[in-house]
């Protein structure tokens, strides 16, 4: 009901989705029931729901590569979802991923990426990029201090997640 609410999509398009999501749960070890509960916060933070299942399953591939388990995952389904109602990550919310040992360089550069591709960092010759304000940022220096400068978009999120939702 929450999905549809948020979303507009009939019973069986919400349907469609959530079984695709319960078959993608069956091969992992992260629970169906925080996924769904999550896709309800990502499709009230506006997150298209099609969207928002690509971001729940990049999630719990994220947490699988970086060795997080399915309290961990769950965590940080929760807090992106917050971080995507607010339209941008917060360093609260990342602070989670990193305690959720998420916050690989892998990750971290695959955000970075993204955020080029969207127009919220550029990217310098030298491999650095930079934020709009003019931070220099790396996926290991100055990271977390340039998420002040709110680069980490909705946008930037979902499209990395979304890479990361391919099994």
């Known amino acids: 009901q929450t999905i549809m609410a948020s979303t507009g ?6 349907n469609g989705y959530l079984e695709e999501l319960n078959a993608y749960s069956d091969k992992t070890i992260y629970s169906f029931s925080d996924m769904t509960t999550n896709i309800g916060k990502f499709t009230n933070a506006g997150v298209k729901l099609e969207d928002a299942v690509m971001a729940i399953q990049g999630i719990a591939n994220v947490a699988a590569v970086s060795g997080a388990n399915a309290n961990e995952a769950s965590r940080a389904m929760y807090n992106f979802a917050q971080a995507l109602s607010a339209g941008y990550v917060k360093l609260l919310d ?6 959720a040992n998420m916050a690989t360089v892998e990750f971290k550069t695959q955000l970075l990426e993204a955020a080029v591709a969207a127009g919220t960092l550029t990217k310098a010759a030298d491999g650095t990029y930079k934020t709009l304000n003019g931070t220099v940022v790396t996926a ?3 990271f977390n201090e340039s998420l002040a400068d709110q680069w980490m978009t909705t946008e930037v999120l979902i499209n990395t997640l979304g890479d990361y939702s391919d099994e």
């Open 9 to 14: 999509e009939s019973l069986e398009t919400v």
């Open 94 to 99: 990342w602070k989670s991923i990193e305690l």
């Open 140 to 142: 290991t220096k100055n």
